[in-house]
Every structure is written in C-alpha cells, then in structure tokens.
C-alpha cells in the first residue's frame, strides 16, 4: 500500500489575481452566470499580515505543499513592465520562498498561459502565439524557476481556453488546433530544459480526444472537481451534470498518467445559484479517487479555494479551506 505520509499534500494560494481577463460590463453580458467580471487589479491584493496567518496555518494543518499564483505579483527582472504597485522583487518573493521552505512547505510557482487566464502579461496577452509572446513566455518561466530557487515542479496553467466560454471578454482569443499544441508543447519544453517538471490543469481532456495520446507523459496532470451534488458523486449523468469532471480522473489514469487531484470549498454565483455545497467536495474527491485511480500515478492532492489574501474577511475561506483539507486527508 502506497504511504500516504508522501502524498501531496498542496494548498493554491494567490498572490497575484490578473489570472482572469477583463470582462465586458454586466449589463451588456446575456449569460448572468459569466463571472468574475471584473478588470485587472492595478494595486497588489495581499496583506502580508494576513499571508503569514494562512501560511502558518497550513503549516500547523499538516499540509507539505504550496501552490503560489504569481502573476502581476513579481517584478520580473526580464520583464519588469509586468508588474503592478506593490509587486514583489525577486530578492522578496525568494525571501518567502526560504521562509516556507522552513516551515516545512515546499513552495511551487504558477504562472496560467491559457489564453483564458493570462491578463497578468498585461499587453502581451494581446500577442499571442507571436515571437515576442514566446520570448516572453520563455523568461517569465525562466524567472520563476530562478526566484523559487529551482523547484521540481511549475504549474503552468492551461485551463478553461476555449472560444465559447470567452464570449464575455472585452478581449477574446483562443487557440485551437495545431497551434494550440506547439504553444502548449513550447511552453512545457520551456520549464523542462530548465530541469522543472511541468504541472498543467488537465481540462484538455475532456474537450481534446486526442490529448491522452499526445501529452506527454511526463506532464503532471490535474484535473479538479468543485461540484457536490446530493453530496455524492454520481457518475449518472441524469444525477449529476458534471460527471464528466469525474470521468477526466479515471481517463487520465487509464492513460498512464501521473496527476494529482483538486478540489474546493470554493461557491460562486452559479453554484450558490444551483444550491451546491462546498464544504464536502474535498472528502468527497479524496475518496472517490482513492478508489478509481492507481495509487502508484496519484502523488497527491490539492485544495483550491480560489481566495484573496487582502483582509481577514476575504482569508477566511482559505482558512476553513486548510481545515476542511486537512480533514479529508485526515492529516491534522
């Protein structure tokens, strides 16, 4: 039986939030459920108080792992016209990065380049699958893997680009195809010349057949589940709309791939809407996919719970977040 002490055990925290593309005005949007509409923060959202505070907790709740969504929050020292007031120097953020490593959190970076989540390259956004776009992809990710100090591991991202879930942007632009797979092959090549293993959100599965054939298997893969509906997760369609969120954990490991399974006690308006719970989708993951995948190809799991670190108020969903996790795993 596969030692659970080695597990993954990895929290997504945010320390930059220009991952999400600036949507049109509400009023001028047909699908109520689009969100978050909202631009490109011109000011880093962080409290450094309120940033030790979910640090330590995590610390305390027995997680080994923390995701870091970068962003706008680094000044890149390739590209410092990413950064926004108050984005860290690379002498900060590394800093940080020894400070979590002593608390016994191994620190991973994560920058999104889906064309979906990648308002943080600020103008470069707007060149896609251009020779300045991948020169800048190339030292962003360089950048990164320097300031982490050479991780094992970059998220980079690739979430949710496709062209009918954009028809709420101000700026819409998704690629498909052939093109699709250089940018993705690029960019995952960028991080392991580098010697870092590339970690993706396995959304692709679904929408891309071919994708278990052509990713590599090297890839690290993630697909994520939110939803809890009856407070189960049935694979019946007639029961559960997103079942299929459920199937990309078994395909992907019917495929020989490794991956290391999300959840969240994250509700937006949709779920609120539809009234889903939150609180239970991580226990409810956890067990199913100890049960439907091979032990030997999952390293882990990870609790997303998509919050800011500006206030106290907007923590505390990261905070029971680290408390729900830590139950579902049973690790602290």
Excluded at 61 to 75: F, H, P, S, Y
Excluded at 319 to 330: N, P, R, V
């Amino acid at each position: 039986m596969k030692d659970r002490n080695k597990e993954i055990k990895a929290f997504l925290l945010h320390l930059g939030h220009n991952m999400w593309n600036e949507w049109l005005p509400q009023e001028l949007m047909k699908d109520e459920f689009l969100a978050p509409r909202r631009r490109p923060d011109l000011k880093l959202a962080c409290d450094e108080t309120v940033w030790r505070k979910i640090t330590g907790r995590l610390a305390e709740r027995g997680m080994n792992m923390v995701v870091i969504d970068i962003g706008e929050a680094l000044v890149y020292p390739s590209h410092p016209e990413l950064a926004i007031e108050g984005s860290w120097s690379p002498d900060k953020l590394r800093t940080e990065v020894r400070r979590l490593k002593g608390m016994g959190l191994e620190p991973i970076p994560k920058l999104n380049f889906s064309a979906m989540h990648d308002g943080w390259l600020k103008d470069y956004h707007r060149m896609l699958s251009t020779s300045e776009y991948y020169r800048v992809v190339d030292d962003v990710i360089g950048d990164a893997l320097e300031v982490f100090e050479h991780p094992r591991l970059i998220h980079l991202g690739f979430d949710e680009e496709r062209a009918e879930w954009m028809k709420g942007l101000n700026y819409a632009a998704a690629r498909q195809g052939e093109l699709w797979w250089h940018d993705f092959l690029y960019t995952v090549n960028c991080a392991e010349r580098r010697g870092a293993r590339a970690w993706v959100w396995s959304d692709c599965g679904p929408h891309k057949p071919e994708y278990f054939t052509r990713c590599p298997k090297s890839v690290l893969q993630m697909a994520w589940y939110y939803d809890a509906y009856n407070a189960k997760l049935s694979m019946d369609p007639k029961v559960n709309p997103h079942w299929w969120k459920m199937q990309n954990f078994i395909d992907l490991n019917r495929h020989g791939f490794e991956q290391v399974a999300c959840g969240s006690n994250w509700v937006g308006m949709r779920r609120k809407s539809m009234n889903v719970g939150a609180d239970e989708v991580m226990g409810l993951v956890v067990k199913f996919v100890r049960e439907h995948v091979n032990s030997n190809r999952m390293l882990g799991f990870m609790m997303a719970p998509w919050a800011r670190v500006d206030s106290d108020e907007t923590n505390e969903i990261n905070m029971k977040g680290a408390d729900i996790f830590a139950e579902a795993l049973k690790i602290g």
